[in-house]
């Protein structure tokens, strides 16, 4: 693959997380549903317990269900997509991206930050379009922290 192209595929792979964190964090069901393919499985895992997924998800219409899920837990959430490390073959391609999910929670005190420090296994294939999506994604929650938070407003 040429630079130019293996540098175009690593800035379509990188956006699709930028879109997934985007669509979790503004609420849209349609943008984060939309970064995988129809077929697609997403499933976290909170380490060392790697036998048992904390949450498992197939297609579209369950995947489209997590920023609603969010917004009923969280007052708001804030993804920062980091590193991403990328193998890119013809069609299909593996990569880790790195994440620090931040989740508001509000009280007449305050509030707090939890914060989860993530890994995404992915793998990806290009949908009939010639676009990249991804095909599976493995969530590893690392470790998480709970941090004092000044809510908007407050």
């Known amino acids: 693959m040429t630079a130019p192209g293996r540098a175009a ?3 379509a792979l990188r956006r699709l997380s930028a879109l997934y964190a985007a669509g979790a964090d503004r609420r849209g069901g349609g943008t984060y549903a939309g970064v995988f393919l ?12 790697v036998d048992t997924p904390m949450t498992a998800m197939t297609g579209h219409d369950e995947l489209a ?9 969280y007052a708001r959430t804030f993804h920062f997509v980091g590193q991403c490390v990328y193998e890119i073959g013809d069609g299909e391609a ?3 991206v790195y994440c620090q999910a931040h989740h508001l929670t509000t009280d007449r005190h305050g509030g707090t930050d939890y914060v989860m420090h993530m890994r995404y296994e992915d793998a990806y294939r290009r949908d009939e379009q010639g676009d990249w999506k991804i095909a599976e994604r493995v969530a590893f929650i690392d470790w998480t922290e709970t941090r004092a938070a000044n809510p908007p407003g407050t």
């Open 9 to 11: 595929d690593e800035f």
């Open 38 to 49: 129809p077929d697609a499985r997403m499933r976290v895992y909170r380490l060392p317990d």
């Open 65 to 73: 269900e997590v920023p609603g899920m969010l917004r009923k837990r």
């Open 94 to 96: 593996t990569g880790e």
